[in-house]
């Protein structure tokens, strides 16, 4: 599996249950310190769940360095700037679309979790 060496990972709590949703991307809820599914490429990431909690438990999320996310796409190359798509894995950034990260290895299948480097708040146009 990818390696991972986070810079900073913030506690915060689960607004859903998120139990499926390790290493997918996450927002800010609606409540302070509160954590949802990202689920397009506008949302507000905050960035990747490194845990699996359920509604109302502590959530783990890498924002800075590198973090491992479960890709969608079934071939990419290390470099590739990645968004979230509908159910927060990670997809090929479009032209002028805003990337929260740039995935870090060779991605062979859809579902491969995969090193990315975290660009979060320095969102990088693909």
Do not use: C, F
């Amino acid at each position: 599996m990818a390696k991972m060496n986070p810079g900073v990972i913030l506690s915060r709590t689960a607004g859903v249950d998120l139990r499926s949703r390790q290493y997918h991307a996450v927002k800010p809820g609606t409540v302070t310190n509160e954590v949802l599914l990202a689920v397009d490429a506008t949302n507000a990431v905050m960035g990747l769940l490194e845990n699996k909690p359920a509604q109302g438990s502590a959530a783990g999320v890498v924002v800075s360095g590198t973090g491992l996310w479960m890709i969608s796409d079934s071939s990419l190359a290390p470099g590739a700037r990645l968004r979230p798509n509908t159910v927060g894995r990670g997809v090929l950034a479009a032209a002028n679309q805003p990337a929260m990260a740039t995935l870090q290895e060779q991605v062979t299948g859809s579902g491969q979790i995969a090193e990315v480097q975290l660009t979060i708040g320095g969102s990088v146009i693909a």
